[in-house]
């Protein structure tokens, strides 16, 4: 049973340009939630995706967006890049049974120069 | 909000030694307390967890227990080992539709043999 897949691993960016990052839920799964982790903090939410519509949205820019596919899985799209932006971005999955348990993906390290 | 406060670290202990990593959370709800755990360069993987008041969250030796009247999840274990080694994250989900995670800062685990 896969768990969950990001891609690609790692990514280098210049300022101003825009990145996609994918993920694939675990299998069963319904739900994608997406985080940033700057290096030495803890993830932080940006949104989580439920029926192919944004359900919850963390304390971030427009400038992040994304999708989910009627497989489940997911892309988040960041636009207008800024330095800030470097870190490590999470993808988790969950099915909403109430167990509230989601599943990290390994993440994407994201570098903007 | 939510916020969720741990002891930093970086703690460093030697192989048997006693741990207790500190955790302390606020919250308008009745959230879901987690403890997660990242090894260098991975994802984060969930340790243990507890849903309500006084339940006891265990895995792999490490234990934590919901305490709401000290609005705290500590996490313990009797005797670590070199391969505990790693970051440490506690977190909280709120109740109820959509679901969000609200973590830590992280503290890191060094167990010296």
């Known amino acids: 049973d896969a768990g969950v897949t990001q891609s690609p691993t790692h990514l280098i960016k210049t300022r101003g340009q825009q990145v996609t990052l994918r993920c694939s839920p675990k299998?069963?799964?319904?739900?994608v939630s997406w985080y940033q982790q700057a290096l030495g903090q803890g993830p932080q939410f940006i949104f989580q995706?439920?029926?192919?519509?944004?359900?919850q949205r963390g304390n971030f820019p427009d400038r992040f967006s994304g999708h989910q596919f009627p497989n489940y899985s997911s892309e988040l799209n960041v636009n207008a890049l800024l330095l800030g932006d470097s870190a490590l971005y999470l993808c988790?999955?969950?099915?909403?049974?109430?167990?509230?348990?989601?599943?990290f993906g390994p993440g994407t390290r994201l570098t903007v120069t | 909000g939510n916020s969720v406060t741990q002891m930093e670290g970086p703690v460093t202990l030697s192989e048997e030694a006693f741990l207790t990593i500190n955790c302390t959370y606020t919250?308008?709800?009745?959230?879901?307390l987690f403890w997660y755990v990242q090894y260098p360069g991975e994802g984060l993987q969930l340790l243990l967890k507890?849903?309500?008041?006084?339940d006891k969250g265990s895995n792999k030796g490490f234990e934590a227990t919901y305490r709401k009247e000290t609005t705290s999840f500590h996490l313990e274990k009797g005797s670590v080992q070199v391969s505990d080694s790693a970051v440490y994250f506690c977190a909280l989900s709120e109740i109820g539709y959509g679901q969000n995670f609200v973590f830590g800062p992280g503290t890191r685990l060094s167990v010296l043999p």
């Open positions: 988790a999955s969950s099915y909403r049974d109430g167990s509230y348990e989601q599943y």
């Open positions: 507890a849903t309500k008041a006084d």
């Open positions: 299998s069963g799964h319904d739900t």
């Open positions: 919250a308008t709800g009745y959230p879901s």
């Open positions: 995706y439920y029926e192919e519509e944004e359900r």
